[in-house]
């Protein structure tokens, strides 16, 4: 069956070379890890891409396969078809863009306001997910609206939770909801200045809300009008996350700088009932930007979430997430879905504060690139609310960051060049650095009524060195 899926793998890759319009890129990657590895589940793997883009002054079309054996996922593609080769869908989508308007509709790498490796209302990473895109741009204000879908028609044996039998519950449980999420930003800009305001709303029980996406009025109110109760239109299904923020930043030819905030919940009671409940500010902050200068240019970043934002607030499967889960099972294998792949916002997620330091440069045809990176983080609880308390606690009614008892703290440095040769490009880039107390996934107990046993990350007793280098090249014909 394995070279049935090498001889697959090797017409797939003479096909689209045969195509028009189209874009073959591999990379070759070893990754040497002095613990274990960080970056992937095989320490040594090939990753080889192949893709299909055509641009033109109103339509564009990209689309980008992967096959890659970097063991992420234990489960194979097709069976055992494909042999130790992973397929995945990188990007795969179209735009229509005419005068002020656009529309996006596909597989597309997400992409906040902010030019910025640490934006907080969508994965600087650039992960793709599938959904549509309007946009609209005149002198003076700018929109966009986007719709994803997250998860559809989940498998019922898919996460951690389906093994947990809880008195009556069956396998069809809440984590296993529809899902999705729309994403809109309004602004006004000034000249070099934009200020825009950011909204951005989560809901279960359906993958797509019609209500939400084509009405512009912020989610919070939509949300709540929906669900009033006696009225014609009260609705009782589904939970939802609603998110709000500000950005405003100043681009010229030289300079590019930012600020953006996002409040995923704030403690009203403090000025409005001080003698009532209390709860934590959920909120998370960055700020940077980047100057040319005839050395090259230079960035500087710095971001950070106190702990409990993006998370759900009860037993339901609605965080700020790609995916309802934290560990996914095959058969009795379990895959810990690391925190950056699976947050829909800030990449490193909740109880977290970072810095980052970046250079690019050239010199003739070679490209050059570095960057250094600090980043501090304590627990993580992507899918479980509260992490290991049935609701918030006393402890937790205040505002926390960084308190944990231990702490993960991981320093990174990252090289990068690569040199063009016509329609070739070659490339080496690395990466050294050092984690003490590495976050690890941690099995709780089932703490709520709708059986809600997502694993946590926590700072463990693992340290050790990070290391990788990979070797590239790319072909456009």
């Not at 449980?173 to 909204?199: E, H, P």
């Not at 005839?294 to 339901?316: D, Q």
């Not at 996934?441 to 709520?448: E, H, L, M």
């Amino acid at each position: 069956m394995k070279s049935h899926g090498s001889l697959a793998l090797v017409f797939l890759l003479l096909f689209w070379a045969l195509t028009p319009w189209h874009l073959i890129a591999f990379n070759i990657g070893t990754t040497a890890i002095a613990t274990a590895s960080t970056e992937s589940a095989n320490p040594l793997y090939v990753d080889l891409r192949v893709g299909l883009e055509h641009e033109s002054e109103t339509f564009d079309l990209d689309c980008e396969l992967s096959f890659d054996t970097s063991g992420t996922y234990k489960a194979p593609y097709f069976g055992d078809y494909f042999g130790d080769f992973s397929v995945d869908i990188q990007r795969a989508g179209f735009s229509y863009n005419k005068d002020e308007w656009a529309v996006i509709l596909g597989y597309t790498p997400l992409k906040d306001m902010v030019e910025s490796p640490y934006s907080l209302f969508q994965n600087a990473s650039g992960l793709p997910a599938l959904g549509i895109e309007v946009r609209y741009e005149d002198d003076g204000f700018f929109y966009r609206d986007r719709w994803i879908l997250l998860n559809k028609d989940l498998k019922t044996t898919l996460y951690t939770s389906s093994d947990r039998n809880i008195g009556s519950l069956s396998e069809d449980m809440d984590i296993y909801d529809d899902r999705g999420a729309v994403l809109r930003t309004y602004g006004i800009k000034k000249g070099n200045i934009r200020f825009g305001y950011q909204d951005s709303v989560l809901f279960t029980d359906e993958f797509f809300d019609f209500n939400y996406f084509a009405n512009p009025i912020p989610s919070i109110f939509s949300q709540y009008i929906a669900k009033a109760p006696g009225r014609p239109w009260s609705r009782t299904e589904g939970d939802h996350n609603t998110i709000m923020g500000f950005f405003a930043d100043y681009s010229d030819y030289y300079h590019y700088v930012y600020a953006q905030i996002l409040v995923d919940d704030l403690n009203t009671n403090r000025f409005l009932n001080p003698s009532g409940p209390q709860s934590p500010d959920k909120i998370a902050w960055s700020i940077g930007g980047h100057k040319k200068s005839l050395l090259g240019t230079f960035g500087l970043y710095h971001a950070g979430a106190t702990k409990y934002t993006f998370e759900s607030a009860v037993g339901k499967y609605y965080s700020y997430t790609l995916y309802p889960g934290s560990v996914v099972l095959w058969k009795d294998t379990e895959s810990p879905i690391l925190v950056e792949d699976n947050m829909l916002g800030y990449l490193h997620g909740e109880n977290n504060i970072s810095f980052l330091g970046t250079w690019k440069g050239g010199l003739g045809n070679i490209d050059l690139g570095a960057s250094v990176e600090l980043s501090i983080s304590g627990s993580k609880s992507p899918a479980n609310p509260w992490h290991e308390y049935d609701n918030i606690d006393e402890e937790g009614r205040r505002t926390r960051l960084l308190d944990d008892p231990v702490l993960e703290k991981k320093i990174v440095l990252d090289l990068e060049s690569g040199l063009a040769l016509g329609k070739l490009y070659f490339g080496i880039a690395g990466k050294i650095g050092y984690v003490a107390n590495r976050l690890k996934v941690v099995a709780v107990t089932i703490s709520d009524e709708d059986g809600n046993a997502q694993p946590i990350f926590e700072p463990s007793n693992e340290s050790g060195f990070i290391g990788e280098i990979s070797i590239f090249g790319r072909y456009i014909l």
